[in-house]
């Protein structure tokens, strides 16, 4: 007999998904998807798709050079959120904190970047896997140490 969590076996493959956290002179990278992609006019952090075998602070930097026409370095790892969209797609969204070390952001694919303070960022209308990364990094930032 099945003893199992059910609802494990019906939710499918977990799209792992890195994002950049890019922060310079205290403003935030906010990227707006566009009206022909999923999640139409959607605000998030830029980033993609995991591929199988990479490492995801590579698959960031190459997203954001992709995506962007940037380079970045990696600073650190925030912990990653799972969610689970009403279509069934679920994920594993990862953020990292990075700054651009080459480049100024020119989207390709989004419809607009911009450059927020923190307190500015819970006013857009975020994909909602990045809600709580958005609340945990504000309250991170708040009570990070300057040295
Ligand atoms: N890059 C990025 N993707 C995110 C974020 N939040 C979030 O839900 N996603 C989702 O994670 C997936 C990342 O895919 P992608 O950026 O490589 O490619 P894509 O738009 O072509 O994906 P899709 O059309 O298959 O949804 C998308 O489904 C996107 O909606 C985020 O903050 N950054």
């Avoid at 962007?68 to 799972?82: A, D, K, M, P, T």
Wanted: include cysteine; charge should be negative.
């Amino acid at each position: 007999m099945f003893k199992g969590n059910a609802s494990l076996y019906s939710m499918g493959e977990t799209i792992k998904v890195c994002c950049a956290i890019l922060v310079d002179n205290d403003k935030i990278l906010c990227a707006q998807r566009s009206a022909t992609m999923s999640l139409p006019h959607k605000w998030e952090f830029p980033g993609g798709k995991i591929e199988p075998g990479e490492k995801p602070e590579h698959a960031l930097k190459r997203e954001l050079s992709e995506e962007l026409g940037i380079e970045i370095e990696v600073l650190q790892g925030f912990r990653s959120n799972f969610h689970r969209y009403s279509e069934g797609k679920q994920i594993e969204l990862i953020p990292f904190l990075a700054r651009i070390v080459d480049g100024n952001p020119d989207p390709v694919e989004h419809q607009a970047v911009i450059w927020l303070g923190v307190n500015e960022l819970v006013g857009l209308d975020w994909a909602d896997a990045d809600v709580p990364i958005v609340d945990e990094f504000i309250k991170w930032y708040r009570h990070r140490r300057v040295d």
